[in-house]
T-cell receptor, first 107, second 115 residues
Framework: KNEVEQSPQNLTAQEGEFITINCSYS?????LHWLQQHPGGGIVSLFM???GKKKHGRLIATINIQEKHSSLHITASHPRDSAVYIC?????????FGTGTRLQVFP | GAVVSQHPSRVICKSGTSVKIECRSL??????MFWYRQFPKQSLMLMAT?????????EQGVEKDKFLINHASLTLSTLTVTSAHPEDSSFYIC???????????FGEGSWLTVV
């Protein structure tokens, strides 16, 4: 079993839909990261969380440390949100990555 | 905001040659940089942790003589793929940890094709 599990693996949505991506982990962590990877490969760090909730524009990330679970929400999704979203946790200096959720938003 | 620059973004090299990829932190000092590789539709895999002024720490299964990492300054780490083989064709990406916290910034990545 992977230390970081993401669901779903693939997600298709219509423009405007509310999207949720889930991440569960099995190790103790100091922080959890949500990353966005576009088809060209580049990675953008969306959030770093150690507790509670963060919001940036249409993106919201939450974490429940006791349950070892985090969610990434996208409100009013748009085709430009199409990307792979990766959850990564920091038990130490290193990151452990989930396998990613491939999101496609259609107009 | 902080920027990590990686160069080149794409490189094609012949089998048996060596290729160097650079990772620079442009507006902050990075005591630690990380190198990853990613095969198509797979997760990022940590190759090594690069600490300024000391030897890199390689993950199990990564050949340190094949993937040479140098972190000569607080703003530059390099990955050299030696005696490149078509199996080394992959996406390589670096990240840098900002000195004063847990914030990690990623480079744009480098696509390596060995022919």
């Amino acid at each position: 079993k992977n230390e970081v599990e993401q669901s779903p693996q693939n997600l298709t949505a219509q423009e405007g839909e509310f999207i949720t991506i889930n991440c569960s982990y099995s190790v103790g962590i100091s922080a959890l990261h949500w990353l966005q990877q576009h088809p060209g490969g580049g990675i953008v760090s969306l959030f770093m969380l150690s507790s509670g909730k963060k919001k940036h524009g249409r993106l919201i990330a939450t974490i429940n440390i006791q349950e070892k679970h985090s969610s990434l929400h996208i409100t009013a999704s748009h085709p430009r949100d199409s990307a792979v979203y990766i959850c990564a946790v920091s038990p130490s200096d290193k990151l452990i990555f989930g396998t990613g959720t491939r999101l496609q938003v259609f107009p | 905001g902080a920027v990590v620059s990686q160069h080149p973004s794409r490189v094609i090299c012949k089998s048996g040659t060596s290729v160097k990829i650079e990772c620079r932190s442009l507006d902050f000092q990075a005591t630690t940089m990380f190198w990853y590789r990613q095969f198509p539709k797979q997760s990022l895999m940590l190759m090594a942790t690069s600490n300024e002024g000391s030897k890199a720490t390689y993950e199990q299964g990564v050949e340190k003589d094949k993937f040479l990492i140098n972190h000569a300054s607080l703003t530059l780490s390099t990955l050299t793929v030696t005696s490149a083989h078509p199996e080394d064709s992959s996406f390589y990406i670096c990240s840098a940890r900002y000195r004063a916290g847990n914030t990690i910034y990623f480079g744009e990545g480098s696509w390596l094709t060995v022919v």
